[in-house]
């Protein structure tokens, strides 16, 4: 059974070989290797072909830059394999990661399998693992009764049935620059009926400091607040498979996260984080999205009910004294 491997390409030149060869040397072999150089800027494009001329299985794409969600929609539209699979170019994985993700959906006849994955540093030192108890869900309870939401985050360490996502016209918001892998699976959610989680760490996570997630300024900010309205409207549209409980928890950490970047960024004046912090918490969408619950750390409890008074000038000095004595 063929399956496409899209593997985005940009600025990647110091750790692409490493994650095409993990690919390659997959203990799986009928694979369609999509390499989708997004306009890189360094090596990467010539690194692409090189390797298209020694594996034939490997298939290169060579377009403008747009994004990493523009990307995989690009592998998405060129790939023919039954299943999908993505992985980041700067991340490797284990020799058996498609065999087993392959296994967990088609052991089970399901529509989506999940595994976990392992965090390194730039040197490969271990940082952490996330990974969640062998299971198979029913679309009803799934997100219910999924332990790791975190995981559900990913387009990465997942494998995908093709034609659920070329039928459904499901693609990555180009829109989005965070959290579109969220965006991205809850719609696929929406059109599927079995889900199965597997106990499988054999993807290896790189976090950089130079990497797109880690990058701080105003426009940045913008655009992740841009990105959370979006995913906010898409859980909104699609409330039948997503519970209360759950969106509630997403969205909060994504607010969550973006009110302390907005606190924490040096480059902006009071007057400009109090402008974009109003923003935030004058929203009334995330205001009913976002539910209270006492199983979260104070901080973020804390933060909830600064978010339902409207309070972010609170939530500021609350935020700098909680700095100060946990430092």
Do not use: W
């Amino acid at each position: 059974m063929l399956i496409s491997v899209i593997v985005p390409v940009y600025k990647v030149e110091k750790y692409l070989r490493r994650c095409v060869d993990s690919v390659i040397n997959q203990t799986y072999r009928d694979l369609e290797i999509i390499l989708v150089d997004d306009g890189s800027p360094d090596n990467c494009g010539a690194i692409c072909d090189e390797y298209a001329t020694l594996d034939k299985r490997i298939k290169v794409i060579h377009k403008e830059n747009g994004g990493v969600s523009d990307a995989r929609n690009a592998g998405i539209n060129a790939s023919s394999g039954f299943f999908i699979s993505f992985i980041d170019s700067d991340d490797y994985v284990s020799d058996n990661y498609i065999l087993n993700l392959y296994k967990g959906i088609s052991d089970n006849d399901c529509d989506m399998c999940i595994s976990g994955c392992r965090y390194i540093d730039e040197n490969l030192n271990f940082i952490n693992a996330r990974i969640s108890k062998k299971n198979i869900y029913n679309t009803e309870d799934f997100i219910d009764k999924f332990d790791d939401t975190s995981l559900f985050g990913y387009s990465c360490s997942k494998m995908y049935v093709s034609s659920i996502i070329k039928n459904h016209n499901i693609e990555f918001n180009i829109k989005m620059t965070l959290r579109e892998d969220m965006d991205f699976n809850i719609k696929y959610l929406s059109n599927v009926k079995k889900i199965s989680v597997i106990n499988d760490t054999s993807y290896n996570y790189l976090q950089r400091k130079s990497s797109a997630l880690n990058n701080t300024d105003c426009s940045n900010i913008e655009k992740k607040i841009k990105s959370c309205e979006l995913l906010c409207e898409t859980i909104r549209n699609k409330n039948n498979v997503i519970s209360k409980k759950a969106a509630s928890d997403i969205i909060t950490c994504f607010l969550f996260d973006i009110s302390c970047e907005i606190i924490k960024t040096t480059n902006l004046n009071i007057a400009i984080k109090y402008e974009m912090l109003s923003r935030i918490y004058k929203n009334e969408v995330y205001k009913n999205l976002v539910i209270y619950s006492v199983d979260k750390p104070l901080f973020i409890i804390i933060y909830i009910i600064t978010l339902k008074i409207k309070c972010y000038k609170l939530f500021y000095c609350l935020y700098h004294v909680y700095i100060k004595h946990n430092v």
